[in-house]
């Protein structure tokens, strides 16, 4: 089954169909999905930033957005996330983190 290209900052995430593997590999082992939009994107790569002092690019921030806004209760739990990647645009990232910064304003 094919869907069309997702519309997101998460280029990462724009996959139209899963392989046999993956798609078998979820069937047996997730129990939840969580999702993110780009707002909460780009709120969790300025968090990143800000805080971390690291460059994630909008697919690698999806683990935190996620977390963060997926409506599950992590409070006082032990959470592993995966960040990958720096692969960003600077111009693109440094317009995205400030149209951040204004809309938080």
Do not use: W
């Amino acid at each position: 089954m094919r869907i069309d290209t997702p519309k997101t900052l998460a280029d990462g995430a724009q996959t139209q169909a899963l392989g046999d593997l993956t798609f078998a590999i979820i069937r047996r082992d997730v129990c939840d999905i969580l999702t993110a939009n780009d707002a909460q994107l780009v709120e969790a790569m300025r968090f990143y930033a800000e805080r971390m002092k690291i460059v994630v690019e909008p697919t690698g921030a999806l683990s935190f957005a996620g977390a963060r806004h997926g409506g599950v209760d992590l409070k006082g739990k032990r959470v592993g996330l995966i960040i990958s990647g720096g692969n960003v645009d600077l111009a693109s990232y440094g317009q995205l983190l400030g149209t951040a910064h204004t809309a938080g304003a």
